[in-house]
């Protein structure tokens, strides 16, 4: 069977315009790996109908509702390459399966890569977390501290204080502030420590304490790290798809205002083409790429303005 569009993701972005696409009567796809970023968190922060509910729970709502359109197929799996075809494009899914389509929403998401630290691993998503507004209320008046350096560690550190009055700014050692710095986090309450980081200690999944090379710690909550973002698969690039190194050490795909690649017919929404992951900007952009993905295949039936005016 070919399909109209093949979306490579289910999370927020992938679902939204599944559901969009399913509304229109397009034959879509749906290949979902299970592994959204924000799975590691017990609960959402900031989404209008989910605030504070797991994850699973608003993928499972999501899975619900494409059920109810029978042009709209989901299979749990992983596209491992894609190529061009005179059809369109062809996905070869684990197992060897192989999904040919007119056009593909990349919705494939990114990977946090947070400090290789001791005991990260094991708080991050809880305690150790990237997004003060995903995260920040269920810290609010507890002993935080920000790990970052220069303007961003500033930036970091005073964002915290709108959570607590008990701020601690790590610089790891790296500390490039300005005197004038220092005095705006001195005037703000932030204490300034220098001292190299080696470990976090934790109990019951909770950070407790962060250790130092000189073997002293600091007894802390919470954890604000810099976790910049990382494309979690190849397929943009083997389809062609450009990436740009942004400023934060990310490499969202490059789409313009419609949301397309640089590849005719393969678009792009969601984490996977910002440098600010954000769940409800996700389920936004998913929602108009697949209307304007819609457009185009419009345009190949009846002629249509595409770009649509």
């Given amino acids: 069977m070919s399909w109209e569009c093949a979306v490579v993701g289910g999370g927020a972005a992938g679902l939204s315009a599944a559901l969009v696409l399913g509304r229109a009567r397009r034959r879509t796809i749906v290949v979902d790996g299970q592994d959204q970023s924000n799975r590691a968190s017990p609960g959402i922060g900031g989404l209008l109908g989910f605030d504070q509910r797991p994850p699973d729970e608003l993928y499972a709502t999501g899975r619900r509702e494409l059920s109810k359109y029978p042009s709209v197929e989901y299979r ?21 399966a192989k999904i040919q389509a007119k ?19 094991e708080l991050w ?3 150790v977390f990237q997004c003060p507004f995903c995260h920040g209320w269920e810290m609010r008046d507890k002993k935080l501290a920000a790990l970052a350096a220069g303007e961003q560690g500033m930036h970091t550190a005073l964002m915290l204080r709108g959570w607590t009055d008990d701020v601690v700014l790590l610089t790891d050692g790296r500390s490039e502030l300005k005197p004038d710095d220092e005095r705006v986090l001195r005037d703000a309450g932030v204490t300034l420590d220098d001292r190299r980081v080696v470990e976090l200690i934790g109990a019951d999944g909770c950070l407790k304490e962060i250790a130092f090379a000189d073997g002293s710690t600091l007894a802390r909550d919470g954890l604000l790290v810099e976790a910049p973002v990382r494309q979690r698969t190849p397929l943009a690039e083997q389809l062609g798809a450009a990436c740009t190194p942004g400023p934060l050490g990310t490499e969202p795909l490059n789409i313009d205002e419609i949301y397309r690649t640089s590849t005719g017919g393969v678009f792009a929404a969601g984490d996977a083409c910002t440098e600010q992951p954000h769940l409800a900007g996700a389920i936004a952009s998913g929602a108009q790429a697949a209307m304007i993905i819609v457009q185009s295949l419009l345009a190949d039936e009846f002629g249509l303005p595409y770009p649509p005016v």
Wanted: aromatic share 4%; net charge positive.
């Fill in 76 to 96: 749990r799996g992983v596209v491992r390459s894609g190529r061009r075809v005179d059809s369109g494009f062809e996905l070869e899914c684990d197992g060897g």
């Fill in 103 to 121: 056009r593909v929403l990349l919705a494939t998401g990114m990977s946090y890569c947070p400090p290789q630290l001791p005991g990260v691993a």
């Fill in 125 to 127: 998503g809880t305690s």
